[in-house]
């Protein structure tokens, strides 16, 4: 028995749910068992070689001590400028800070700005994370829920209705993890305006901002509108997703230079610095060719058609196509169980794996990723419709 007793908000966090799901589908298919695995959050393609390149060339010439804690003024400078070209964002190398993956600029961010007594809003469908993250600084988690007749954009009138004094930060993700949701750049003015009038930081999540697919659904950053906007959002990315950088822990934030300051102190007590050769193959990223990212963004959209398209036709699920990142989310009301009974059975039953929506704030669905090769898709929908045609 623990004869420790923990009452501290980060000892009581929860694993994460995607993460458990897919070590469990992992070991199994390590043991010789034929899974079929949709859960992955990460590009199955290669890093591009010239980035590779360039942390080994980082390596060998001696790259290995302490860089500042934000990161090299390289990085920093290249972000800066990717930002205000790319994103059509004003901001500099002061205000940058690089971090060990975009899950921590996220985590300091929120760390830098709530406490006991304040609030943050998140919208469901949510990331699994950022309800940890915000319980874990001991502020109250406020969920706004979405829907998919409305593009899972947040309705600003209820926005409205939930934030107060007390609430520092609004989270938005865009494109949306899990539900491949590009919010409307009306949307977007929408909530800035509110915003400005209660006082309250938006956090821009736009990790997936390279995967998109349609022209009527193109990725705004919302600190880009104005300069007013801009001294109150976070900008958060990184490498992960558009450069299948997912293992290397590059990261990366802009924010008004006081909270930037606040975030820096923090990370200077928490993680020294990111991976100082690992920073050398980000610049190569961000200023490097651009072509592989072009190229597996196409891949990407022509799966989400192809993938869109199976299940679609399978009797009894629903969902809208997305717009964006790599992910399917799917209602399953019509099987009467909840997403973690429905995953688990499906795993015991035809060895597939996907993740359930109960930790992403949707009990009644399942998330696919559709970031592996055709024929695992494919294979995929057969499993499924098996499943669902043998059970209900």
Same mark, same amino acid.
């Given at each position: 028995m623990?004869k420790f007793?923990?009452?501290?908000n980060?000892?009581m966090?929860t694993?994460?749910?995607?993460l458990?799901i897919?070590?469990?589908?992992?070991?199994m298919k390590?043991?010789?068992?034929?899974?079929? +695995?949709?859960?992955?959050?990460?590009?199955?393609?290669?890093t591009p070689?010239h980035?590779?390149?360039?942390?080994?060339?980082a390596?060998n010439?001696?790259e290995?001590k302490?860089?500042?804690?934000t990161?090299?003024i390289?990085?920093?400078?290249?972000?800066? $400028?990717k *930002?205000?070209?790319?994103?059509?964002?004003?901001?500099?190398?002061?205000? !940058?800070?690089? &971090?060990?993956g975009?899950?921590f600029c996220?985590?300091?961010? %929120?760390?830098?700005l709530?406490?006991?007594?304040d609030?943050?809003? !998140?919208?469901?469908?949510?990331?699994?994370?950022?309800?940890?993250?915000?319980?874990?600084v001991?502020a109250e988690?406020r969920?706004?829920?979405?829907?998919? $007749?409305?593009?899972?954009e947040?309705?600003?009138?209820?926005?409205?209705? @939930?934030?107060d004094?007390?609430?520092?930060? *609004?989270?938005?993700n865009?494109?949306?993890?899990?539900?491949?949701?590009?919010?409307?750049?009306?949307t *977007?003015?929408?909530i800035?305006e509110?915003? *400005?009038?209660?006082?309250?930081i938006i956090?821009?999540?736009?990790i997936?901002?390279?995967?998109?697919?349609?022209?009527?659904?193109p990725?705004?950053?919302?600190?880009?509108?104005?300069? $007013?906007? #801009?001294?109150?959002?976070?900008? %958060?990315?990184?490498?992960?997703? #558009?450069?299948?950088?997912?293992?290397?822990r590059?990261?990366?934030?802009?924010?008004?230079l006081?909270?930037?300051?606040?975030?820096?102190?923090?990370?200077?007590?928490?993680? +020294?610095?990111?991976t100082?050769?690992?920073?050398? =193959?980000g610049? #190569?990223?961000?200023? =490097?060719?651009q072509?592989p990212?072009?190229?597996?963004?196409?891949?990407f959209?022509k799966?989400?058609?192809? !993938?869109? +398209?199976?299940?679609?036709n @399978?009797?009894?699920?629903?969902?809208?196509?997305?717009h964006?990142a790599?992910?399917?989310?799917s209602d399953?009301s019509?099987?009467?169980?909840?997403s973690?009974e429905?995953?688990?059975?499906?795993?015991?039953?035809?060895?597939?794996?996907?993740?359930?929506?109960t930790?992403?704030?949707?009990?009644?669905?399942?998330?696919?990723?559709?970031?592996c #090769?055709?024929? %695992?898709?494919?294979? &995929?929908?057969i499993?499924?419709q098996?499943?669902?045609?043998?059970n209900?």
């Amino acid at each position: 028995m623990n004869k420790f007793k923990i009452t501290g908000n980060l000892g009581m966090m929860t694993p994460s749910a995607t993460l458990a799901i897919t070590s469990k589908a992992k070991a199994m298919k390590a043991a010789g068992e034929d899974v079929c +695995s949709l859960c992955a959050g990460e590009p199955d393609f290669d890093t591009p070689e010239h980035i590779k390149q360039s942390a080994i060339e980082a390596l060998n010439k001696g790259e290995t001590k302490y860089t500042p804690a934000t990161g090299t003024i390289e990085f920093k400078q290249a972000v800066a $400028e990717k *930002l205000k070209n790319e994103n059509g964002i004003k901001t500099s190398a002061e205000q !940058i800070i690089i &971090a060990p993956g975009a899950k921590f600029c996220v985590f300091s961010t %929120v760390a830098a700005l709530c406490a006991p007594g304040d609030n943050a809003v !998140i919208v469901a469908p949510y990331w699994l994370s950022y309800p940890e993250m915000i319980k874990s600084v001991g502020a109250e988690v406020r969920v706004l829920n979405s829907n998919p $007749e409305n593009n899972y954009e947040l309705d600003t009138d209820e926005l409205e209705k @939930i934030v107060d004094t007390k609430t520092k930060l *609004l989270i938005l993700n865009t494109p949306s993890n899990p539900t491949g949701a590009v919010y409307s750049r009306k949307t *977007l003015e929408k909530i800035t305006e509110l915003a *400005l009038k209660y006082n309250f930081i938006i956090l821009a999540d736009e990790i997936y901002e390279k995967l998109t697919y349609d022209a009527d659904f193109p990725h705004c950053s919302i600190a880009s509108f104005s300069d $007013e906007t #801009a001294n109150q959002v976070v900008t %958060v990315n990184g490498l992960s997703k #558009a450069y299948a950088m997912t293992g290397w822990r590059l990261g990366y934030l802009s924010a008004p230079l006081w909270l930037t300051k606040r975030i820096a102190a923090l990370q200077s007590h928490t993680t +020294s610095n990111p991976t100082t050769f690992a920073q050398a =193959g980000g610049v #190569a990223a961000i200023r =490097g060719p651009q072509e592989p990212v072009e190229m597996m963004r196409q891949a990407f959209s022509k799966r989400r058609d192809l !993938i869109y +398209s199976l299940i679609s036709n @399978i009797e009894g699920l629903k969902c809208i196509r997305p717009h964006g990142a790599f992910y399917l989310f799917s209602d399953i009301s019509f099987s009467g169980l909840d997403s973690l009974e429905f995953c688990a059975k499906l795993l015991e039953q035809e060895k597939m794996a996907v993740i359930p929506g109960t930790p992403f704030g949707a009990k009644n669905c399942i998330r696919m990723s559709y970031a592996c #090769a055709d024929n %695992v898709i494919q294979d &995929a929908t057969i499993r499924l419709q098996r499943f669902i045609k043998n059970n209900f």
